[in-house]
């Protein structure tokens, strides 16, 4: 999604960086702060990544004094390599050419709004540093090693952060962590998240650190800060039913698929249907979910959360078992009966286009209903479960034997 281009750097010269756009439009800038390794193939990634977000996405080569276009990957060699130019990088130069990024992206024809930063190990740190110094109007920092050493700049910080630390950072370890949260306690607008057993690197997918969970909620939390700050916006809740209504309205699935990323992918948790990749979810789409559903398929509604990256929607699925089923219930011929299942979908999102959806339902509930599964001496029920969702004072505890007994007994 980018390319590198030139930009004036601090105190006369030029330096080299990489620039991803929006697929269209204009939107808010990231100056994107690089690891020990340089501009590589991750920084690039995330820079693609946050122009899909809707940012325009700046990574300067911030070697450029040592050595130009430092690329490096994660080898033994490359390591080493790496910690000899952070050993001589000047980050006094380093945070003056951070401000002339800034100043750079601000001037690029396809930003529009605030600049924030965000950075990875030393990046991470700069990311600090920037806030305090390089006129960003936000900050993220990716397990920054040494803030806990630049705490006196705290007061120079007027915006709003994120910082992320790993449980088991060998590099910034949980005293250096401890020192930040009790330096940063009375600043409510700055947050910082531990990952417990994460280590250093613990967000790149190229390492062995790779967590892809946490990587994953901490780029939810660095995205809503972004959000809140910067924006761009996006109307999640009206994308997500546009979605819908091509899947269970109008049937269309060239439609449908056009509401998703390049690479999407679905997963029907209980049964572990659906696809990876644009080519396996239309197939999917296509022959196994938007053409197979009853006819009187319907969507109730039951409450709606909307973050800054994804929708959960907690609702009723209700259908006659008609036809059958392959995403729902593969291998299964219809058998007439009537089910109301509750469901839950977690909608992620990149930008203004849905990037996957976690289907839940309760299969056992869907059995239960078809006559498939006899609920007898089982903790499972049938239509009670939906009915008790829109009804909380329908009776609890139905499937407990011993509720009775704890009846009259002392509390506390």
Known sequence: MGKFITIPAAGGGKMRAYVATPEKGSGPGIVVLQEIFGV?????????????????????????????????????????????????????????????????????????????????CLGGKLA????????????????????????????????????????????????AVARIRKALARRPDIEIYDYPGCDHAFASNGRPQFDKPAAGMAHSRSLALLRRTMGPHFNLSALWEQHCHHEFAARDVPATMKTMVDNPYVNHVPTMTGGVGAKHLARFYQHHFVNVNPADTKLVPVSRTVGADRVVDEMLFCFTHDREMDFMLPGVKPTGEYVEVPTVAIVGFRGDKIWHEHIYWDQASVLVQLGLLDPAGLPVAGIETAKKLVDETLPSNTLMARWTESAGKPIG
């Open 40 to 120: 590589n193939a991750y920084i690039r990634e995330i820079c693609d990544l946050y122009a899909a977000e809707g940012y325009v996405a700046m990574a300067p080569d911030l070697f450029w004094r040592l050595e130009k276009n430092v690329d490096l990957g994660y080898g033994e060699d490359d390591f080493k390599r790496a910690f000899d130019l952070y050993g001589r990088f000047d980050v006094a130069k380093g945070v003056r050419d951070i401000a002339a990024a800034v100043k750079a992206l601000r001037r690029h024809p396809r930003q529009a709004g605030r600049v924030g930063a965000l950075g990875f």
């Open 128 to 175: 600090w540093l920037a806030a305090a110094h390089a006129g960003v109007d936000c900050a993220v920092s990716y397990y920054g090693v040494g803030i806990e050493k630049e705490l006196k700049l705290a007061p120079r910080i007027k915006v709003p952060m994120v910082l992320h630390f790993g449980g088991a950072d060998r590099f910034v370890p949980p005293a």
